[in-house]
T-cell receptor, first 110, second 114 residues
Framework: SQQGEEDPQALSIQEGENATMNCSYK?????LQWYRQNSGRGLVHLIL?????REKHSGRLRVTLDTSKKSSSLLITASRAADTASYFC??????????FGSGTRLQVQP | EAGVAQSPRYKIIEKRQSVAFWCNPI?????LYWYQQILGQGPKLLIQ????????DSQLPKDRFSAERLKGVDSTLKIQPAKLEDSAVYLC????????????FGPGTRLTVL
C-alpha cells in the first residue's frame, strides 16, 4: 500500500468558516478514504471516494478526487469547535492495508 | 453493534520489561490490524491478519514484537523487551472481508516506556 501526504500540516480557523485540506499520493488507487482522529482517541472513518468518482458529499463534508493529479481534497463547511481533530487520508490500492501520513491538525476556534 | 475493544487503555513500564495488549474486533470482521502511532505521526501498520492467518507483517519488528490471533477473533500484541522508542499508542482496527474496505478503530492503548 502507499502513503498519502496531507497538506497543510496544521490549520487554524474560526467557527463557521470552511476548512480545506489536501492529500497527495503516488500510484494508482482503488479508492481513497478520509479519517478523523480526536485527541486521545482512535480513528473514525469519514468518507470513501472510489477511483471512478470525482466528488462525493456527506453532510458538511465534500471530498474531491483527481486521479490524473493523484490528489484529493476534503472540505468541511461551516466548521464547529467539535471538528477540532487530526484528519488523515488513506489511499487504498485494493490490499485493504492502509498507510497514513502525518495528517492535518485542524483547530477550530469558538 | 459493539465497536472494537482494546485493553488496557494505558500502560507504563520500565524499559526491558514485557507488555501485552488485547483487541476484540467487531463481530464477524475477518480482518484485524495492529497499528503503532507515535506522537505527532500517523498510524503505522504493524501487522494485518485475515481470520487467524498473517497477511502482512513486513513492518513488525520481529525481534521484539509478536502478535497472534487465535481462532480468528481476539488478538494479542506483545512487546518483549520494550525499548524507550516503543512509547506510542497502539491501535487495533478491524474490517469485513468483503464490501466497503472501511476500517473500524478501537480507542487504542497508550504505552509509556520509562
Amino acid at each position: 500500500s502507499q502513503q498519502g501526504e496531507e497538506d497543510p500540516q496544521a490549520l487554524s480557523i474560526q467557527e463557521g468558516e470552511n476548512a480545506t485540506m489536501n492529500c497527495s499520493y503516488k500510484t494508482s488507487i482503488n479508492n481513497l478514504q478520509w479519517y478523523r482522529q480526536n485527541s486521545g482517541r482512535g480513528l473514525v472513518h469519514l468518507i470513501l471516494i472510489r477511483s471512478n468518482e470525482r466528488e462525493k458529499h456527506s453532510g458538511r463534508l465534500r471530498v474531491t478526487l483527481d486521479t490524473s493529479k493523484k490528489s484529493s481534497s476534503l472540505l468541511i463547511t461551516a466548521s464547529r469547535a467539535a471538528d477540532t481533530a487530526s484528519y488523515f487520508c488513506a489511499p487504498d490500492t485494493g490490499r485493504r492495508a492502509l498507510t497514513f501520513g502525518s495528517g492535518t491538525r485542524l483547530q477550530v476556534q469558538p | 453493534e459493539a465497536g472494537v475493544a482494546q485493553s488496557p487503555r494505558y500502560k507504563i513500564i520500565e524499559k526491558r520489561q514485557s507488555v501485552a495488549f488485547w483487541c476484540n474486533p467487531i463481530s464477524g470482521h475477518a480482518t484485524l490490524y495492529w497499528y503503532q502511532q507515535i506522537l505527532g505521526q500517523g498510524p503505522k501498520l504493524l501487522i494485518q491478519f485475515q481470520n487467524n492467518g498473517v497477511v502482512d507483517d513486513s513492518q513488525l519488528p520481529k525481534d521484539r514484537f509478536s502478535a497472534e490471533r487465535l481462532k480468528g477473533v481476539d488478538s494479542t500484541l506483545k512487546i518483549q523487551p520494550a525499548k524507550l522508542e516503543d512509547s506510542a499508542v497502539y491501535l487495533c482496527a478491524s474490517s469485513p472481508l468483503s464490501g466497503t474496505p472501511t476500517q473500524y478503530f478501537g480507542p487504542g492503548t497508550r504505552l509509556t516506556v520509562l
